[in-house]
T-cell receptor, first 116, second 111 residues
């Protein structure tokens, strides 16, 4: 199994509070991603990182920010949580592709976040 | 618009009853099609990567194939432990925000 640890695994919080989720990898992979998974929507990309301090927005980035100060850690922050951000959040990692081929992403086991 | 669809949405098989799951895609510049298995409460687990039409990959009872418009995941003589949701994902171009996941097929294998 890819060495990806997400913390916390479960969290319940109230609307308006800040929340930070952590993803830690031991694989030294260059790319890291944050997804959310909701019924009827599948996996949707929130933000990704292609190196330390290099990040970019994904499909559903509004209300989320990220930081990557070390290769192994990628943090996802909800500045002021809303009920619409109740979801399961997954972190993924991958290596750069070669030529015309891309490498697969490997996923952590997720954080189940409930915002009341 | 780049899109990935999967069918059926759910599939119920008797143990030993072989079948196929479908992943159809419309993207330009395919750079990889990925199959994942996801168990309840877990993250997606990588199964296969396919890069070009005609390519096939096998692992135990699973075989993935790729054409220019779709991929099939064939399950031969499934067992109850094959029950899971199977996700298909497509990567187009060189940008890493261009991985598109399908909605998945929920497979149940009944003893």
């Amino acid at each position: 199994d890819a060495g990806i640890t997400q913390s916390p695994r479960h969290k319940v919080t109230e609307t308006g509070t800040p929340v930070t989720l952590r993803c830690h990898q031991t694989e030294n992979h260059r790319y890291m991603y944050w997804y959310r998974q909701d019924p009827g929507h599948g996996l949707r990309l929130i933000h990704y990182s292609y190196g330390v301090k290099d990040t970019d927005k994904g499909e559903v980035s509004d209300g989320y920010s990220v930081s990557r100060s070390k290769t192994e850690d990628f943090l996802l922050t909800l500045e002021s949580a809303t009920s619409s951000q109740t979801s399961v959040y997954f972190c993924a990692i991958s290596e750069p592709g070669t030529g015309a081929s891309n490498q697969p992403q490997h996923f952590g086991d997720g954080t189940r976040l409930s915002i009341l | 618009e780049d899109q990935v669809t999967q069918s059926p949405e759910a599939l119920r098989l008797q143990e030993g009853e072989s079948s196929s799951l479908n992943c159809s895609y419309t993207v330009s510049g395919l750079r990889g099609l990925f199959w994942y298995r996801q168990d309840p409460g877990k993250g997606p687990e990588f199964l296969f990567t396919l890069y070009s039409a005609g390519e096939e990959k096998e692992k135990e009872r699973l075989k993935a194939t790729l054409t220019k418009k779709e991929s099939f995941l064939h399950i031969t003589a499934p067992k109850p432990e094959d029950s899971a949701t199977y996700l298909c994902a497509v990567q187009a171009g060189t940008s890493y925000d261009k991985v598109i996941f399908g909605p998945g097929t929920s497979l149940s294998v009944i003893p």
